[in-house]
């Protein structure tokens, strides 16, 4: 082994392996990258306990890197190196990785920093501008968290990272420090949910949608929904003029009229001059089955056609509440509600109140509240009437259940 390696050691015996033994050791380690290097160190560093491991990195660099007299000799540049070296600066990241491995297979007593400065000198490594690389480090300011929480949850980190001249890295860590995410939540209101809140009923709320008083994300139908319907026998019957699409519940009526033939008013708030989103794709399927828009739309409303998103948008939300706030039981909703609907969706009570007298006798059986005897449950309006229904069924099912058991006990 060489005196300098022995000098490094500071005149140490190995006792496990010989000096040979390690060199081809450390050899075969670092010809499987730096995994292999720290695999073959912590081999020798298990038998041979009093060497440092600074020592065997720097033994590591003397094997990899022999130190050789012609060192002006060993940089000499050919036209065949540069062409090399120019083509794979071209082809990105991983073609200068190839270039740089290819070179110092050529030449192997060339080092890294040599072909470095030689694509720096032909100007191959082009300097991108990265404005947020002057602030990556800098102190957050109580202004740049402040937009960065506003920011949260509506842009995506990149787009961030832009606006604050920071990296995306940056702005990933710093939100965990906050303890905020960085995923993007997509706004909308479920129907389900938006019909509790503003205690109408869902097909009500149903109806609204297809009239387009409010918008959904996505109002395409659903392919198996139009398959279901299909195979169902019922496309024969709504194909004839005379025929209804769907027959409408008992005490429904009134309700599915009164938004059906809305007032001049919402007409010309559902329809502004260029036809929606909603009303061509529905217009595209009626047309595919031969049947009136109108019976996609009652479809739609008794959900026999499904629609691929139907959250409920924040935009046409606020605008139903800015226009026709006078739909929404304004005197049923909690006072939570009440604070949100005015603070961020624009609520005008007393908007739209054309609109909401067609409506006004249809909602006098929701002021009346009843007390089901069976269950207890205090319920409001006409829904009282459908849950003795059910209730009683379920009733008489548990029952039976209950005396099945006790006979068999």
Known sequence: ?????????????????????????????????????????????????????????????????????????????????????????????????????????????????????????????????????????????????????????YKTARAIARMLHRSEAAIRYHLTLLGKSARVHLEGFSRQELARDLHLGKKTLQRLIVEGLLEVRDPRIT??????????????????????????????????SAIRNPSPAIKSAGTSGKSSRAERVWAEVASSLSVPVSTIKDLIVHRVLKLYDPTVTEKSLRNLCRRYGSLVNYEFLNRETREWLQSSMDFVRASGESASRRLMPLRKHAHIVRQCAKCGHAIRGNVFFSHIKKCGSKRSENTDQQSAARGLS
């Open 223 to 256: 392919r198996e929904s139009l398959d279901n319907f299909c195979k169902s026998g019922r496309l024969s019957t709504t194909q004839h003029p005379e025929a209804q699409a769907v027959s409408t519940p008992p005490g429904e009526g009134n309700v599915v």
């Open 1 to 153: 082994m060489a005196g300098r390696w022995e000098q490094t050691t500071g005149g140490y015996s190995f006792r496990f392996f010989s000096p040979e033994q390690v060199d081809q050791i450390l050899r075969d380690g670092f010809k499987n990258g730096r995994a292999g290097s720290h695999s073959a160190i912590e081999r020798i560093l298990k038998h041979e306990q009093g060497i440092e491991r600074a020592e065997l990195w720097q033994r590591i660099r003397q094997l990899k890197f022999p130190p050789n007299g012609g060192r002006l000799t060993g940089s000499v540049w050919t036209a065949e190196d540069d062409q090399t070296l120019a083509l794979g600066y071209e082809k990105g990241w991983s073609g200068k990785r190839a270039a740089v491995r290819e070179l110092l297979k050529r030449h192997p007593g060339w080092r890294p920093h040599v072909i470095w400065k030689r694509a720096a000198k032909l100007k191959l490594a082009r300097k991108v501008s990265k404005r947020w690389q002057d602030r990556s480090h800098a102190a957050w300011s109580e202004h740049d968290n402040q937009v960065l929480l506003n920011l949260a949850g």
